[in-house]
């Protein structure tokens, strides 16, 4: 699977603009991308959607909002949302998704490594 390489580009800028000088991680998983903050993914993209973490306690508001469900084959993913790339074709759009997923990354202690 392929993912959109505009919006990979605007999402790469959004998390940049809203991570700061505290950085993220930008990773390739599952034919797309997705970007970690404080070791927490935020956002991602699949095809041409922005796949937004949200928390199980956002899913509705974010479901109301225009989001749809992440599904991964049969399962729907928890906490996790789909948006349509023409959903955030400004950037004002695309920052009311990002950066509340940044923050919620941050507001978490980092997870620690594997032993």
């Not at 509705?60 to 049969?74: E, H």
């Not at 790339?85 to 509340?100: F, I, K, M, N, T």
Request: aromatic share 4%.
């Amino acid at each position: 699977m392929s993912y959109n390489d505009v919006l990979a580009e605007r999402i790469r800028s959004a998390v940049s603009a809203a991570a700061g000088p505290q950085g993220f991680r930008e990773i390739k998983m599952f034919g797309g991308l997705c970007w970690t903050v404080n070791t927490h993914m935020t956002v991602g993209i699949s095809a041409d959607d922005l796949m937004v973490h949200v928390g199980k306690d956002g899913t509705d508001q974010a479901l109301k909002a225009g989001a749809r469900p992440a599904t991964m084959g049969q399962r729907t993913m928890g906490g996790m949302v789909l948006v349509a790339a023409e959903d955030v074709s400004d950037a004002d759009a695309l920052d009311a998704w990002v950066r509340p997923a940044v923050d919620r990354a941050r507001a978490k202690p980092p997870k620690t490594g594997k032993k």
